[in-house]
């Protein structure tokens, strides 16, 4: 009981203090490659690593977007930016974002990366069918 109050006190402390927050927004980010398994085995965890272009020193890693439906999975990397910062553009900058997944169904599993938006406006997605053995 003593740490519940503990905990909440701190939190009440430290969110009344005011504090200069500068603009931030959430991006989700190209991928550039991946290094993904060409089979799994059931019940195994396998790391998927994506790679992607990091463009400024204003970008920060903030988790990958995932989305299931089915045997179908959509990733991306998402990127925490602050605005109006003294940024530098970054060129060639590759950085790495893993994830573990773990296989719970038989069957193929189709991993699609998103890699941006052609010319008409359409996702484009690096596709993966990968096999359950």
């Keep these: ?20 927050q ?11 490659s991946v290094v993904i398994p060409t089979e799994f085995e059931l019940g195994g965890t396998y790391p998927i690593i994506m790679r992607y272009y990091r ?4 970008h920060t890693p903030y988790g990958i977007y995932y989305e299931k439906d089915l045997n179908i999975r959509v990733c991306a990397v998402n990127n925490i930016v602050r605005e109006g910062g003294n940024c530098n553009e970054l060129n060639d900058y590759l950085v790495e ?8 169904s038989t069957g193929n599993y189709i991993f699609k990366f998103w890699t941006g938006v052609d010319s008409e406006g359409n996702n484009t997605f690096l596709e993966y069918d990968i096999p359950v053995n």
């Design 1 to 20: 009981m003593k740490k519940i109050f503990l905990i909440l006190s701190l939190f009440f402390v430290l969110s009344s203090c005011e504090i200069d």
């Design 22 to 32: 500068e603009s931030v927004s959430v991006v989700t980010l190209p991928v550039e």
């Design 55 to 58: 463009p400024s020193s204003c």
């Design 97 to 104: 974002e893993t994830f573990d997944f773990t296989v719970t």
